[in-house]
């Protein structure tokens, strides 16, 4: 059974920094692109970040030059860390996992998806 798990969300202040992780099981994980979506109250899902099990990343732009995703393969945890973050990041944050190694921000090439985890910025 194929399971993605967040952890590390929370408040935060603006300016300050946040790691979350996501653990994955029942897949192969450290063969898969791994992504972070997120998703604020009355707004569209949006893919912020995704990286191949070689470590190839891309980013959207509203989180570039802020936000880093990473892996460790040896433990099958991906990591969104925050840093800088503004009240606009505010949402919950969902990691996902697609059916292949391609780094992409768009929805439909994502298959397994975890439960997420909440992230506030507080001004």
């Known amino acids: 059974q194929v399971q993605l798990v967040e952890s590390g969300g929370g408040l935060v202040q603006a300016g300050g920094s946040l790691r979350l992780s996501c653990s994955g099981s029942?897949?192969?994980?450290?063969?898969?692109?791994i992504a972070w979506a997120r998703q604020a109250p009355g707004k569209q899902r949006e893919l912020v970040a995704s990286?191949?099990?070689?470590?190839?990343?891309i980013y959207a732009d509203s989180v570039k030059g802020r936000f880093t995703i990473s892996r460790d393969n040896d433990k099958n945890v991906v990591y969104l860390q925050m840093n800088s973050p503004k009240p606009e990041d505010t949402a919950v944050y969902y990691c996902?996992?697609?059916?292949?190694?391609?780094?992409?921000?768009?929805?439909?090439?994502?298959?397994?998806w975890g439960q997420g985890t909440q992230v506030t910025v507080s001004s």
């Open positions: 996902a996992a697609s059916s292949w190694n391609i780094a992409r921000l768009q929805d439909y090439a994502y298959v397994y």
């Open positions: 029942g897949i192969s994980f450290r063969s898969k692109a």
């Open positions: 990286i191949t099990s070689g470590g190839s990343t």
